[in-house]
């Protein structure tokens, strides 16, 4: 354990045959609530690979395993075993205790795992010596929590709709004694709260927990309300000094709810009378439509008349013959035949007659 500067290390010895035993704190003096770290150490004369050390501790405090462990140094063997002590009260406290050393031989260690001559298991001498005692100087405290600590809220929003839930993190972080951390519960008038506990996120350390703890909570209201301002007293061990951390009250502003009369549409004032045009695009689109339907009508009896009419003959003389032949006049296809009319000229004359 390092030996710095504000850090005193209160050491007793006690010596019994091949085992010594020490004590020392971290910090002797600490307030109420405070956690410290205690270690006791058993120092033996030899490797003692035979011997099982077990600690039992009594002081007007919490105790807590901090951890064990076992080393070999220059063939001697090295026991240290450490607690986390936190004070309850102000005053002396002494931490008091006694060690169980269950010794056996390398005899009975080789027959127990050989099995030689029906030996069932180990056996033990067993001895209980007095722990060196550490006294500590506890000094007052009132605050509900110890540590180094910082508290943050966050709000979703402060204008809300009516039944809209707002919510609210609540986030403690640090290192101290994040684990007697106090949900907030605030009992506001016509406002319901929905919630969960609070879910820690921390580790263990010297200094108690090393993490976060957070809470989350939902408030659903119809009308304003203040959230209440939100406090943990605090004895902050990085300044040595009792500190409030809070979140001041906040006022949530909340929308009206909806009412059948404001779902409806609010009458609308009256308009100048325009006129509509609309159906005079309607009558304009039906005689484009009449009109492109007669001439579409006339091109298509045109083309059934000259499908139906008859070929007339290519040649001149034959086409005298086909005239002659609908009854024309005789006089007027023989000057036709004297003259040599063109086939074009017969046609249009001929034509003519016939209509």
């Known amino acids: 354990?390092?030996?710095?500067?504000?850090?005193?290390?209160?050491?007793?010895?006690?010596?019994?045959?091949?085992?010594?035993?020490?004590?020392?704190?971290?910090?002797?003096?600490?307030?109420?609530?405070?956690p410290t770290l205690v270690r006791y150490s058993a120092y033996f004369d030899d490797e003692a690979f035979t011997t099982t050390l077990a600690l039992a501790l009594r002081a007007d405090a919490q105790i807590i395993d901090y951890g064990t462990h076992d080393t070999v140094v220059e063939g001697k063997r090295e026991s240290h075993f450490e607690y986390l002590l936190i004070p309850s009260r102000a005053g002396s406290v002494a931490i008091e205790g006694e060690a169980t050393l269950r010794t056996t031989t390398r005899g009975q260690i080789e027959n127990a795992v050989i099995g030689r001559d029906n030996v069932q298991g180990y056996q033990f001498t067993t001895r209980t010596l007095p722990l060196p005692t550490?006294?500590?100087?506890?000094?007052?405290?009132?605050?509900?929590?110890?540590?180094?600590?910082t508290?943050?809220?966050?709000?979703?929003?402060?204008?809300?709709?009516?039944?809209?839930?707002?919510?609210?993190?609540?986030?403690?972080?640090?290192k101290g004694s994040l684990d007697r951390f106090v949900a907030f519960a605030p009992r506001i008038d016509g406002v319901e709260l929905f919630g969960e506990?609070?879910?820690?996120?921390?580790?263990?350390?010297?200094?108690?927990?090393?993490?976060?703890?957070?809470?989350?909570?939902?408030?659903?209201?119809?009308?304003?309300?203040?959230?209440?301002?939100?406090?943990?007293?605090?004895?902050?061990?990085?300044?040595?000094?009792?500190?409030?951390?809070?979140?001041?009250?906040?006022?949530?502003?909340?929308?009206?709810?909806?009412?059948p009369q404001s779902l409806l549409d609010a009458d609308a004032p009256d308009a100048p009378r325009s006129w509509d045009l609309g159906w005079l695009n309607h009558l304009l689109s039906l005689l484009l439509g009449l009109a492109l339907g007669w001439v579409a009508r006339d091109r298509l009896v045109r083309r059934a008349e000259v499908r139906k009419a008859p070929q007339l003959p290519k040649e001149p003389k034959a086409l005298l013959v086909h005239f002659a032949l609908e009854g024309c006049d005789a006089a007027l296809?023989?000057?036709?035949?004297?003259?040599?009319?063109?086939?074009s000229k017969i046609v249009q004359t001929f034509d003519k007659e016939k209509r």
């Open 151 to 174: 508290l943050s809220v966050a709000l979703s929003a402060t204008q809300i709709k009516a039944y809209e839930p707002l919510h609210v993190t609540i986030t403690l972080e640090g």
């Open 197 to 259: 506990a609070p879910q820690p996120h921390w580790r263990r350390c010297k200094e108690g927990q090393c993490g976060k703890v957070v809470q989350k909570i939902a408030l659903v209201a119809k009308e304003d309300f203040v959230l209440p301002r939100f406090e943990l007293e605090l004895f902050n061990t990085r300044t040595r000094s009792r500190e409030t951390l809070h979140f001041d009250a906040t006022p949530i502003s909340v929308e009206a709810p909806f009412t």
């Open 333 to 343: 296809l023989e000057r036709a035949e004297r003259e040599g009319w063109s086939r």
């Open 134 to 149: 550490l006294a500590l100087n506890v000094g007052a405290n009132d605050a509900h929590m110890v540590g180094d600590m």
């Open 1 to 34: 354990m390092k030996r710095s500067l504000g850090s005193l290390l209160a050491l007793v010895c006690a010596l019994f045959g091949e085992v010594r035993f020490e004590v020392a704190c971290d910090t002797p003096r600490v307030v109420a609530g405070e």
